[in-house]
């Protein structure tokens, strides 16, 4: 089993800056990620990084999201700049493990006001 504990979410201004953190409970040899969740919407995938470090994000945040990860800590950030209302969602952080067995965090909310 693996759990998951984002933090970083909060209510930001258009344009604004954010860094979200996510904790695994020991190291992930596979995928770490983020979804997210906006109010009435499917979740969807916003970027991933694998062991190797390969690097995948959605369109609608490339050049402004950027995910890094720091094996030594279990950790996988995501910095996200020039914040759009349309980024308002619940932020979920995901992990597959060596199994291929998917985990998530509890979600953190990031709301930007426009």
């Known amino acids: 089993q693996v759990q998951l504990v984002e933090s970083g979410g909060g209510l930001v201004q258009a344009g604004g800056s954010l860094r979200l953190s996510c904790v695994a409970s020991?190291?992930?040899?596979?995928?770490m990620g983020w979804y997210r969740q906006a109010l009435g919407k499917q979740r969807e995938f916003v970027a991933s990084?694998?062991?190797?470090?390969?690097?995948n994000y959605v369109d609608s945040v490339k050049g402004r999201f950027t995910i890094s990860r720091d094996n030594a800590k279990n950790t996988v950030y995501l910095q996200m700049n020039s914040l759009k209302y349309e980024d308002t969602a619940v932020y979920y952080c995901?992990?597959?493990?060596?199994?291929?067995?998917?985990?998530w965090g509890q979600g953190t909310q990031v709301t930007v006001s426009s």
């Open positions: 995901n992990a597959v493990d060596e199994w291929l067995r998917t985990y």
């Open positions: 020991r190291k992930i040899f596979n995928n």
């Open positions: 990084i694998a062991s190797g470090s390969r690097i």
